[in-house]
């Protein structure tokens, strides 16, 4: 899994390229000083054709929370102590909205902002009980649904959704200023 969330200078080669769609708003996309800022307003579909065109695609649910918890199996992603304790992380206080990617510490993988910058889509559609009957090594998701999973806190969620074990689902074709994606 790649270190950090994809940025907005980084979509926006695709972009460029012709392979994947413009944000649905663009205030940051097209605002330089947000560059190096977590993409945002972009679907599932949207994040999925970027992956492919990086020749990447988005994590499993399972890949993500591995790689949240870090070596040291951490309760959140920056360790143990609870999100109250970490007023405003991921949260630009001076522009507000998802602050720029690699910020905070990193994890012990080496991976940065995974429950503190923006939700992240994964590969998986979303039921509420898959973890109760799914494989217990390497889980692929269920064969199908309506709505597409998402892992970590955000800028705007980060207390209820921070643990490394918290889970969220959304109608894929959802966009907001809290959602955004990374490599795997």
Known sequence: IYQTEVTNALYAKCVEAGKCQTPSNTDHFNNPSYA?????????????????????????????????????????PWGDEPPSERPFAGYDLERGGPQRVGLNEPNGFGLYDMSEGVHEWCSDYYEPDYYRYSPERNPQGPPSGQRRASRGGSWRHRIKFSRCAARSSLNPTFRYADYGFRLA
């Open 36 to 76: 190096s800022h977590p993409v945002v307003y972009v679907n599932w579909s949207m994040a999925k054709s970027y992956c492919e065109w990086r020749d990447a695609r988005l994590p499993t649910e399972a890949e993500w929370e591995k790689a949240a918890r870090g070596t040291d199996r951490r309760i959140y």
